[in-house]
């Protein structure tokens, strides 16, 4: 345990300015998040009869909410900017902690040292990746959970925890992305052997594996996706696709449906017909369009997985950056 | 592994860098254990290369090496354990003091002694306190080297430790290193291009140039071996100008007077030039 803590206080002290940046921008997130919460709590606790979301049934704000209204919508715009943006925080501290790991000690020579004083440089590598784990980790989770507590802030009728408001842009995934981006970090840094270089490649391929990972995330998704109509009480689900199944049973995309310059005439409910004259009297209906969605309750598990896989693609690359660092140049 | 046997060999050794630059090219070495061995050559003459090859950090294009009988690229950990090295520019951790470089490198070698390289640190009234950067050069060496101690390992290699240091922190180095290596025993390498410096500390020389190994012998049998001729002579190793212009040359076995060390390093690089230069 002392030889933990011992090489936790020397791993700081290497990447201390760094950190303590980090630090300092994810405290000032979090306040200020913290802040919006309060704010828009603040209003939906002191007017408890004012649904800001209406329902269907619904079709206007009970008299002397307007006001009350305005103030939640316009606390609910900023908070919104920030949540739908505040997750590449994540991306952002993975890089920053991560491509010092390796790169720096090559870059100021300090590798030399390390390499010859340990006996396995994979061995310095899994105990500097171990810290840089729980830095991202320590600095993220605080944001993971800050941004879940605004969401619920945001959404006063929804149970978030069966919802996908906001889905990709609360909760753990932030950490894993941290995780992946640490790994990019790392091996990036692992080849090339220079912190600002690395910074700039490593912000490219933090892009396009973010944009491979959520694709395949997005086709893992499509294959457990349940079909469902678009007047059915859906929640909040994940929208994974939408589709038009025909009178006959067949289904087919909408590109496929409408691709060939079909015309057809549709109804509240998505009933497809032929003519308008049968859409308005609701007969013989030619198709229906349907959606394809992940409903809400399966929210905790999809969003486990999906942290899983970004986290594990960031574990890959660290394996990677061992297997860089083992054998290259220590300048 | 017995006393006799070398504590650094290497056979037929060849390190090709890109572009087909040969950095080293048939090194053939046996180093006994024990006393300090000078490595000496001009700027790229492959004396770092050669060191690094050793400490497993290039990989020979062609031919072995070995550490006390084992091979760098096969076996690193085991290789490393038998090691301390002293890089050519002494680069410390810019966030840690002089303590924290020992407490970190007890951390990479458990079997690192601090107490021994804090002592070592001691005695040269080295700031523990004091962050590695804050250091002067001469005192940055003298911690990378306490570093290199502090492993007690049988071999130390010293990679041009000497290169940015002044007369008198050079002096001290050596003081520290003479003593150490004495005191315990072990072996050391050291390359520089400064004869002078390492003439009192070594007892063997090897002279490096283009890429090949020009002498190798004990300082005192070197110097016994060879003589100055101030004209050309039928064994001569390689001619050169003298400091007054002159043109001497360097002769194995007698001359007109005994060649200083200086002379020996120099007679024979001039010989690697020109054989160069005829390939």
Same mark, same amino acid.
């Given at each position: 345990m002392t030889g933990a803590l011992t090489w936790a206080r020397l791993s700081f002290a290497q990447q201390r300015w760094e950190i303590l940046l980090l630090g300092l921008g994810v405290v000032a997130a979090i306040a200020l998040m913290l802040w919006m919460t309060s704010q828009l709590l603040g209003i939906t606790a002191a007017y408890p009869?004012?649904?800001f979301f209406l329902t269907e049934d619904q079709v206007a704000l009970p008299a002397g909410c307007e006001l009350a209204s305005q103030s939640f919508f316009s606390s609910y715009s900023n908070a919104e900017i920030f949540l739908r943006n505040g997750w590449l925080l994540g991306f952002g501290v993975g890089l920053i902690v991560g491509i010092p790991l390796v790169a720096r000690d090559i870059e100021q020579g300090t590798a030399q040292l390390a390499w010859t004083l340990g006996r396995s440089r994979t061995r310095w590598l899994l105990r500097r990746i171990a810290f840089g784990v729980l830095v991202v980790v320590v600095l993220l989770a605080g944001l993971a959970v800050m941004t879940d507590l605004l969401g619920a802030a945001m959404q006063p009728n929804d149970d978030l925890s069966r919802s996908f408001h906001f889905e990709g842009n609360r909760g753990v995934i932030i950490v894993a992305r941290g995780i992946l981006a640490l790994g990019v970090g790392v091996l990036v840094g692992a080849i090339l052997g220079r912190q600002l270089p690395a910074l700039l490649l490593g912000l490219m391929v933090t892009g396009l594996l973010y944009a491979a990972v959520t694709f395949a995330i997005g086709r893992w998704n499509e294959t457990e996706a349940v079909e469902a109509w678009y +007047?059915? +009480?859906?929640?909040?689900p994940l929208f994974v696709g939408s589709g038009v199944r025909l009178a006959s049973g067949e289904r087919l995309s909408m590109v496929e449906f409408y691709g060939d310059g079909s015309e057809a005439f549709q109804s509240d409910d998505g009933h497809l017909y032929a003519t308008a004259a049968d859409a308005a009297a609701e007969r013989d209906p030619i198709g229906q369009e349907y959606i394809l969605v992940i409903p809400g309750e399966r929210y905790p598990e999809i969003m486990a997985r999906a942290s899983l896989v970004t986290a594990g693609a960031g574990v890959l690359l660290m394996i990677g950056a061992g297997l860089v660092t083992s054998r290259r140049r220590p300048n | 592994m017995s006393t006799t046997d070398p504590v650094l060999e290497t056979h037929d050794l060849a390190k090709r860098y890109r572009r087909?630059?040969? #950095? $080293?090219?048939?090194i053939d070495l046996e180093l006994p254990a024990g006393g300090i061995t000078a490595l000496v050559g001009p700027n790229a003459a492959g004396k770092s290369t050669l060191i690094k090859t050793w400490v497993g950090f290039e990989r020979p294009t062609r031919g072995s090496v070995r550490v006390a009988g084992i091979d760098p690229w096969k076996d690193r950990p085991a290789a490393l354990e038998q090691l301390g090295y002293v890089p050519q520019s002494p680069a410390l951790y810019d966030g840690l003091s002089v303590s924290d470089h020992l407490d970190l490198a007890r951390q990479l =070698? *458990?079997?690192?002694d601090r107490d021994y390289a804090r002592g070592r640190l001691a005695q040269l009234d080295i *700031? #523990?306190? =004091?962050g590695g950067r804050d250091l002067s050069g001469g005192q940055q060496a003298q911690v990378a080297l306490a570093l290199a101690l502090g492993t007690r390992a049988p071999i130390l290699l010293l990679d041009e430790? $000497? #290169?940015? $240091?002044?007369p008198l922190a050079r002096r001290e180095f050596l003081h520290v290193l003479t003593d150490a290596v004495r005191g315990d025993g072990a072996t050391a390498l050291l390359s520089s291009h400064i004869v002078t410096d390492v003439e009192q500390s070594c007892d063997r020389l090897i002279v490096l140039g283009v890429g090949r190994v020009l002498l190798h012998e004990t300082v005192a049998g070197a110097m016994a071996a060879h003589a100055i001729s101030t004209t050309t002579h039928p064994d001569a190793v390689a001619g050169f100008g003298a400091p007054d212009g002159s043109r001497i040359w360097l002769v194995r076995g007698t001359g007109e007077r005994p060649a200083t060390l200086d002379e020996v390093v120099l007679g024979y690089l001039a010989s690697g030039r020109s054989t160069a230069a005829a390939a």
């Open positions: 009869e004012c649904n +007047d059915q +009480d859906l929640g909040a | 087909n630059v040969w #950095a $080293l090219q048939g =070698r *458990p079997t690192f *700031p #523990a306190d =004091r430790p $000497l #290169a940015s $240091l002044d």
